[in-house]
């Protein structure tokens, strides 16, 4: 073998959560798919509990192109793909999924392509372009991702058939330019790099027809669809107000409604007013650092009987002093004719609200 064939070309990156069974399976297929040409394969493993990392680690220590990246503590997709492309010193990186769904076979078609135009910049497998298709889909999922790539065209910066593919190929370099400006939310990384380059990307898409997953769990859930409408938003109005602020303000809202609906039950039985406060206060901080952890800090959230203990006690103090700031600078403001009562309670509610966000972020998701 020459020094030159002996290069490394193509990095796959992985990005799995309980897919063990695929694993040895995806190895073998991208070892025929892949054959003459200098390749390894990086699974980005979100921690699995049913080992997925330990799979690949057995794979690895007879096999030197396959690697294991094991997250402790923080899961997402996108940022799982990003940490793979920023691992390899190959000069191309493509993504493919863990579960099979992606047709391995295509990722020779992608290579050649970015190979032979040095001016193209992604290589996209399309299951809406030529001879490609989506399998087993059923009229709803079709509806559902045709929706959700009209809506992708509001900040895409190409005419793309399929940017819900997260299936693709592009050069190792430019991924680590782009980096700093990727938002690293949910599960589309494609519409994530294509929205993040400071210029239009040259891209060609190649079709493939998506596969019946065989081996373990669909990921898809409500959770990830509003994963991807937080992607869009980032990227239309994050600059303004950051996605995971604008998150907590409006589950803020919820608690709110919660307050008033638990007050208004706890009065009708003939409570005090205090009283009624009270409960309904401790309802609302509850739901609000349920629904905080499982949405706004999905990334970073708090799991086992202790950690969410811990969590919700750090959370109800830091909402506590949020409430009197929130008071005390409305009061100061409408004492001193500054503005009218409703204004000055808008800042205090404003205030309350980025003191609250502020410190949660630090004592209550930042501490694990």
């Not at 073998?28 to 921690?47: H, N, P, Q, S, Y």
């Not at 057995?58 to 402790?72: G, H, K």
């Not at 609906?261 to 401790?282: H, P, S, Y």
Request: aromatic letters at 10%; hydrophobic letters at 50%; a positive charge.
């Amino acid at each position: 073998m020459t020094a030159k064939a002996a290069l490394l070309e193509l990095a796959i990156v992985i990005p799995t959560f309980n897919e063990a069974a695929n694993v040895p399976l995806l190895v073998a297929k991208l070892d025929t798919a892949l054959a003459g040409r200098a390749w390894e394969a990086i699974f980005v493993d979100d921690d699995s509990p049913d080992g997925t990392a330990n799979a690949a680690r057995e794979i690895a220590r007879t096999d030197r192109r396959v690697r294991v990246i094991q997250r402790i503590g923080r899961r997402g997709l996108s940022s799982a793909c990003i940490e793979g492309m920023c691992a390899t010193a190959a000069p191309l990186v493509a993504v493919i999924d863990g579960d099979l769904q992606h047709d391995e076979t295509l990722l020779p078609k992608m290579l050649d392509a970015l190979q032979a135009d040095p001016g193209l910049d992604v290589a996209i497998g399309s299951r809406f372009v030529g001879d490609g298709g989506t399998g087993d889909w059923d009229k709803d999922r079709v509806a559902k991702s045709a929706f959700a790539t009209r809506l992708s065209r509001q900040v895409l910066k190409a005419d793309l058939t399929d940017p819900m593919s997260g299936f693709f190929m592009i050069r190792t370099d430019m991924v680590r330019a782009i980096a700093p400006n990727l938002a690293a939310i949910g599960f589309k990384i494609l519409l994530d790099i294509m929205t993040g380059s400071p210029r239009p990307l040259r891209f060609v898409e190649l079709p493939y027809t998506f596969r019946v997953r065989t081996a373990g769990e669909s990921k898809l859930d409500y959770v990830v669809a509003m994963e991807y409408l937080i992607a869009l938003y980032d990227r239309m109005f994050g600059r303004y107000v950051p996605v995971r602020f604008a998150m907590f303000c409006a589950i803020g809202l919820v608690g709110l409604a919660a307050h008033m609906g638990v007050l208004a039950v706890v009065l009708a039985i003939g409570a005090t007013f205090l009283i009624g406060q009270m409960a309904a206060a401790t309802c609302a901080m509850t739901l609000n650092f349920f629904l905080n952890n499982a949405l706004t800090y999905r990334d970073r959230r708090l799991r086992g009987f202790r950690p969410l203990l811990d969590g919700w006690v750090s959370f109800c103090v830091v909402c506590s002093v949020g409430l009197v700031a929130n008071i005390g600078v409305a009061a100061f403001l409408y004492d001193a004719r500054t503005g009218t009562w409703a204004a000055s309670a808008m800042v205090g509610v404003l205030v309350g609200a980025v003191w609250n966000y502020a410190l949660s972020s630090r004592f209550t998701w930042g501490r694990y």
